[in-house]
């Protein structure tokens, strides 16, 4: 989908579809409360249908405040930018905690995953990405001073205290720092977390068996235990830059000299649980990719099919975020790769295992060892009474891209086949199949990445670039690019 005018105009008018999707999720809440459980479900329900009105409602007054701004004066919407801040940590616990929380997360998630959704609440469900209102520059600055012990501009040769991007749990300034190596001037982009908004989360976290009693309700074999334990913990990570801080190092150490892949070095002397600094780059946006030329989108969707892939195999390491925010676009295939808040380390075993099946399913098409596999990872507890051929049918679908070795296409409309296929009820596979720990953000590389190349409409083939990276099959290069990579390995 292509944000120009019109796109951001019937956005702002449309930002009541999220009204749909929660009343979708209350009804389902209430329904499972009156049949499972006593009423104290219901006061929970009704507590988060309360927190969810005011994500909501602070949608909708940024979303009409977009659409004021079309046709105000430059003086005038700095006014309006103004009206909008927060102000204080109690206004961004009331009136951010959620919503920049778990709201925003799955808002986020849902808004570029499936093109079946009905316009007006993929819409509205986008305004998430990059709705949401900023902090004020003074309390960004109360922040910092805690955490560093002085304000930023003492802490920092210049700052600019106007932020240039807002995430789901802070927002983004520029600074300039003095290089003590070189004595140089140095740009960074300083992360501030929003005051509060961790314990808004943990709150929320506390109400996540909601998750489960919803999904439970559509999916009779699924034991949602592993799946709420695994997005606690990785969300809880999420609010410590420290942890975020040791992530990207870990992936910028990894891909150092990279011909396509970079990432951002931190500056830890600078970073705390609640500010992280690094490298600040420029770049072009997804929104600018997305209007490029076929052989541009076609190595943008080349390199990151293959950050993902390499980290999933060779790093054991997974981005659990494939966000188009999270990408900056310089041309010729090279992408830097920004918020490394959300990281899924994999053992030996798991990777062994994803790898195996891969095998299985696209390489072999072996049905009967597949099925082993998927019994043995846990996704289908063993000797239920489904056909080998319907296990194959239904988990293979993901692994259609780089089944066969052929020059492909990706579709948007294979991207939402995929989720609509991933919460089919009607399979008699969907009744007995379940979802394991280290499964649970595997999924976003299937519902995120693809829908992304998707939108990209990619071209190329991707069997023979996934055999590059596949463990068991160590192939040589296919592309251009595979190429470089593979100079690039050999000087490491």
């Not at 959620?98 to 609440?121: F, H, I, N, T």
């Not at 109360?142 to 600019?160: K, M, N, Q, S």
């Not at 062994?352 to 399913?361: E, I, L, N």
């Amino acid at each position: 989908m292509k944000w120009g005018p019109r796109n951001r105009w019937l956005a702002a008018g449309a930002v009541a579809g999220i009204a749909v999707v929660l009343a979708a999720v209350l009804a389902a809440v209430l329904r499972a409360a009156r049949r499972n459980g006593p009423l104290s479900a219901i006061g929970r329900t009704r507590r988060n249908l309360q927190l969810a009105g005011l994500g909501v409602g602070l949608g909708s007054s940024y979303a009409s405040a977009s659409a004021r701004k079309l046709f105000a004066s430059a003086p005038r919407r700095v006014e309006i930018d103004s009206a909008l801040q927060l102000r204080s940590a109690e206004q961004v616990a009331a009136r951010l905690g959620d919503m920049k929380g778990a709201l925003m997360k799955v808002g986020q998630m849902a808004s570029y995953l499936d093109d079946g959704l009905p316009e007006p609440v993929r819409q509205a469900l986008a305004t998430l990405q990059a709705g949401a209102p900023p902090m004020s520059a003074d309390l960004a600055a109360g922040v910092v001073e805690r955490e560093l012990g002085a304000p930023p501009d003492e802490i920092f040769a210049e700052w600019d205290p106007v932020p240039i991007a807002s995430a789901s749990i802070g927002q983004v300034h520029r600074a300039l720092v003095v290089d003590p190596a070189t004595g140089r001037e140095r740009a960074v982009a300083v992360k501030v977390q929003y005051p509060g908004v961790d314990t808004a989360i943990e709150s929320d976290l506390r109400n996540t068996e909601l998750i489960g009693m919803i999904m439970r309700q559509g999916f009779a074999g699924l034991d949602p235990s592993d799946m709420v334990e695994e997005i606690r913990e990785r969300l809880t990570e999420e609010v410590d830059y420290r942890i975020e801080a040791r992530n990207q190092a870990h992936f910028a150490e990894y891909y150092r000299d990279h011909p396509y892949i970079s990432v951002p070095a931190v500056m830890p002397e600078l970073s705390t649980s609640r500010v992280l600094v690094s490298d600040l780059v420029d770049g072009h946006t997804w929104a600018d990719v997305l209007e490029w030329d076929d052989r541009e989108r076609d190595l943008a969707a080349e390199c990151l099919f293959r950050f993902v892939f390499r980290s999933l195999y060779r790093m054991h390491a997974f981005n659990g975020d494939p966000h188009p925010g999270n990408y900056l676009f310089h041309g010729d295939g090279r992408v830097t790769f920004l918020d490394f808040g959300l990281v899924k380390y994999f053992t030996t075993a798991e990777t062994t295992t994803f790898a195996d099946m891969v095998q299985a399913a696209a390489v072999q098409h072996d049905g009967v060892r597949f099925r082993r596999l998927v019994e043995a990872a846990g996704l289908l507890p063993a000797g239920m009474p489904v056909e080998t051929g319907d296990v194959m049918a239904y988990f293979s679908q993901f692994y259609e891209p780089v089944a066969t070795d052929h020059t492909m296409t990706w579709t948007q409309q294979y991207a939402s086949t995929i989720v609509r296929h991933t919460f089919d009820r009607s399979s008699p596979i969907a009744q007995y199949a379940t979802v394991p720990k280290a499964f649970v953000f595997i999924q976003r590389i299937n519902l995120g990445l693809y829908a992304l190349l998707g939108d990209l409409g990619a071209t190329g083939n991707y069997r023979r670039i996934a055999e590059e990276l596949w463990p068991f099959a160590n192939g040589g290069p296919s592309t251009p690019m595979g190429r470089d990579e593979s100079r690039w390995l050999d000087r490491r």
